[in-house]
C-alpha cells in the first residue's frame, strides 16, 4: 500500500488519510471473507451467485450479456463462467429463436438449489453483520455504504 500521510485530527488531509487506510481495510476485508466463501466448501462461488442470482426470481430464462451486465463482469468472462456451471449442470443454455446471437440463460433444478442455498447463507451473514452493530449506527451504516456505492459507481 502506497504510503499515506499520518492523519491529523484537525486537518482535512489527515481525515482524508484515515478514510484511504479504514476504506482499504474494508476491501481487504471484504476480500478475506469472500475467499473464505468460496467453492469446495460451497457448490457456487459469490461470482457466480452474482451471476445467476437475477434467474432466480425472473420468470424465465435471461440473456448472457444482461446477466454480465448485472454481475458487473464482461460478456467474454460471463461466457467462460456460463461454461463452467452448464458442465456442473446448474444451468442450461438455449440461442433466442429471435436472434441466434443472443444466448438465454435458464438455471437448472440443481442450480436453482444452489442459488437458494447460497442466497439463504448470504442472507444470514448480512444480518450477522447487521446485528454486530451498535443499534445506533445501523441507518447511518446503511446510508452510508449506499452512497459509498454510488460513489463508487461514479467513478470513471
Avoid at 478475506?32 to 466463501?37: F, G, H, P, S
Avoid at 436472434?99 to 439463504?120: F, S
Avoid at 453483520?129 to 456505492?149: K, N, V, Y
Amino acid at each position: 500500500m502506497p504510503a499515506v500521510p499520518a492523519p491529523t485530527a484537525s486537518t482535512p488531509a489527515g481525515d482524508a488519510a484515515e478514510f484511504a487506510r479504514a476504506l482499504e481495510e474494508f476491501f481487504r476485508a471484504t476480500r478475506r471473507a469472500r475467499a473464505r466463501l468460496r467453492p469446495g466448501e460451497e457448490p457456487l462461488s459469490i461470482s457466480q451467485y452474482q451471476l445467476l442470482e437475477p434467474i432466480l426470481d425472473a420468470d424465465g430464462p435471461r440473456a448472457a450479456g444482461e446477466l454480465a451486465t448485472a454481475a458487473g463482469v464482461t460478456p467474454p468472462t460471463a461466457t467462460r463462467m456460463l461454461d463452467g456451471l452448464e458442465r456442473a449442470g446448474f444451468v442450461e443454455r438455449a440461442r433466442a429463436e429471435h436472434d441466434r446471437r443472443c444466448v438465454h440463460v435458464a438455471l437448472t433444478d440443481e442450480g436453482r438449489r444452489a442459488v437458494r442455498d447460497k442466497r439463504r447463507r448470504l442472507v444470514a451473514r448480512r444480518l450477522e453483520i447487521f446485528e454486530s452493530l451498535d443499534p445506533a449506527d445501523r441507518a447511518g451504516a446503511a446510508a452510508l455504504l449506499r452512497r459509498l456505492g454510488d460513489v463508487i459507481e461514479g467513478l470513471r
